[in-house]
C-alpha cells in the first residue's frame, strides 16, 4: 500500500539534483532516501499559501499590537526618549570627564535633585553628571580620586545612610557601572546604546521600568503573605533627560496609588544605627580620596540635599548629622553645603519623602549653586544670572509648570 509520505510509486528524483520545492506534491524524502548525501534534515515540497495575504495579516497584527501599547504607555505617562539610565549611559559621561571639569558624583538625591541646566544658567558652567541611583557616593568619590588626570571642583551628593554604610556593603547598584567602566566602552555597547536612544525617540513603551514582564509582576501588591512582593520594590520614579538629567517623574507628584507604592518602598530608611568603626572607616577613606585630588590642585565640596520628616527621624537615629555629618567636615579638608543650612531650601516639596519635586530640585539647585559660589572661587555667578529662587517658587507645582521668579 502507497505510503502517505512517502509514495511507493513515486519515482524518486537522481541523487544530488533534489531541491526545496522541486517535489511531487505530498512528497516527503528523509535521509534513507538519498543514500551518499550527509542531508539529515528531510526535504519536502513547500505547500501553496497565499503568503502575500498571510504576511499582511500578520503585519497588521503588530501594528495594532504596538499602537495599542504606545497609546498605552502614553496614557500612562511616559514619554518618548525616556531611556532610562544604565552602564553604557554612565560611562560615556565619565569618558568625557576633562581634567578641569565641574563633576557631580553621589547616590539618586543629588543625581534627581540638581537641575543641570539651572546650573549652568546661572554659572555659566555645565556640570557633568555622574551619580549613579542606589550607589554609594563614596565609592564615586575615590573613582574620581584614583584619576591621577582629574583636578577640578568635584561635589559629592550624599544620603548619610548610604555614605556611611559599612565599606565591606559595597557601592550598590553603580559597582558593575564602575567596575565594568571599560567593558561599556567597547563598540558592541556604544552602538547598542545609540540603537537604543533612536528607538526610544520612537517609542514612549520602551521605558525598562515599564517592560511588559515588570508589569505582569507588579499585579501581585502583596497578596501572597510572608513572601516578598514587588510591591515592596522601587519602581519607577523618575524620568531621563539628554546629559544624564534626571527628575522625578511627574506621576509620582500626584496623590495615588504610584506615589503611595514609592513611599512603601524606601522602608522609611530603617535599620540599625551606623557603627563607629564604619563611620570612622568612611571618613578616613573619604580624607584620603579628598588629599589626593587637592594635591592635584582640585578641590572636593561635599552636599546633603534634603529628605522629608517621615525619612529624616530614621535617618538622624541611624546616622546622627552632629556624629556624621559635622565629624566628617571637621575631619577632611572639604567645605560642605547641607540642605538644612539654606533658607531657600526649606519646606520644599519631597512627594515619596527621598526625593524632590522638579520645580523644587530647581530651586533646591538655586539655592546650593548661589551658597557653592561663596566658597569656592573655582565657580562664579553669571553677570547676567537670573535672580534668586524660593520655596513659594515650587510648593505644590506639578512637574513642567513654569517656575515663578521671586
Avoid at 520545492?21 to 526535504?43: C, F, Y
Avoid at 503588530?62 to 497609546?71: D, H, Q, R, T, Y
Avoid at 571637621?330 to 519635586?357: K, Y
Wanted: one cysteine or more.
Amino acid at each position: 500500500m502507497p505510503s502517505s509520505t512517502s509514495p511507493s510509486d513515486a519515482p524518486l528524483p537522481p541523487v544530488g539534483t533534489i531541491r526545496e520545492g522541486a517535489l511531487p506534491r505530498g512528497l516527503r524524502l528523509t535521509a534513507s532516501d538519498r543514500p551518499g548525501q550527509a542531508q539529515p534534515v528531510p526535504v519536502r515540497d513547500v505547500p501553496a499559501r497565499p503568503w502575500k495575504g498571510i504576511a499582511l495579516v500578520a503585519l497588521l497584527v503588530m501594528l495594532i499590537g504596538v499602537g495599542g501599547w504606545e497609546a498605552w504607555a502614553r496614557g500612562f505617562g511616559l514619554r518618548t526618549a525616556d531611556i532610562g539610565d544604565s552602564p553604557q549611559k554612565w560611562a560615556e559621561t565619565r569618558a568625557s570627564i576633562a581634567p578641569d571639569d565641574l563633576v557631580i558624583v553621589g547616590d539618586s538625591r543629588i543625581l534627581f535633585d540638581t537641575d543641570l541646566a539651572h546650573f549652568q544658567r546661572l554659572t555659566g558652567v555645565a556640570p557633568k553628571q555622574l551619580a549613579i541611583h542606589g550607589t554609594n557616593g563614596r565609592n564615586l568619590l575615590e573613582n574620581i580620586a584614583a584619576d591621577p588626570a582629574y583636578k577640578g571642583l568635584l561635589l559629592v551628593g550624599m544620603a548619610d545612610t548610604s555614605y556611611f554604610r559599612p565599606v565591606k556593603a559595597g557601592a550598590g547598584v553603580g559597582a558593575p557601572w564602575i567596575d565594568g567602566y571599560a567593558r561599556n566602552r567597547e563598540p558592541s555597547q556604544i552602538s547598542g546604546l545609540y540603537l537604543d536612544r533612536w528607538l526610544q525617540q520612537l517609542f514612549a513603551f520602551l521605558d525598562e521600568d515599564m517592560r511588559l514582564s515588570r508589569l505582569l509582576s507588579r499585579n501581585d501588591h502583596g497578596w501572597r503573605k510572608g513572601s516578598d512582593s514587588p510591591y515592596d520594590d522601587v519602581w519607577k520614579v523618575d524620568e531621563s533627560f539628554p546629559g544624564r538629567q534626571r527628575f522625578m517623574w511627574g506621576e509620582i507628584e500626584k496623590p495615588g496609588y504610584l506615589q503611595d507604592q514609592a513611599r512603601h518602598a524606601w522602608g522609611g530608611f530603617k535599620g540599625p544605627p551606623g557603627r563607629p568603626a564604619d563611620i570612622a572607616e568612611t571618613i578616613a577613606r573619604s580624607r584620603d580620596a579628598v588629599n589626593r585630588i587637592r594635591a592635584r590642585g582640585g578641590d572636593v565640596i561635599f552636599i546633603r540635599p534634603p529628605s522629608a520628616p517621615q525619612l529624616r527621624v530614621n535617618e538622624e537615629q541611624r546616622m546622627p548629622k552632629a556624629k556624621v555629618w559635622d565629624r566628617l567636615l571637621a575631619q577632611v579638608p572639604a567645605r560642605g553645603i547641607h540642605a538644612d543650612d539654606l533658607p531657600a531650601a526649606q519646606g520644599l516639596d519631597i512627594p515619596e519623602w527621598s526625593h524632590l519635586s522638579r520645580t523644587c530640585a530647581t530651586v533646591f539647585t538655586d539655592a546650593y549653586v548661589r551658597r557653592l559660589v561663596q566658597l569656592t572661587d573655582r565657580v562664579a555667578l553669571r553677570p547676567d544670572a537670573p535672580p534668586p529662587l524660593a520655596t513659594a517658587n515650587c510648593k505644590g507645582q506639578l512637574a513642567g509648570a513654569p517656575l515663578r521668579r521671586s
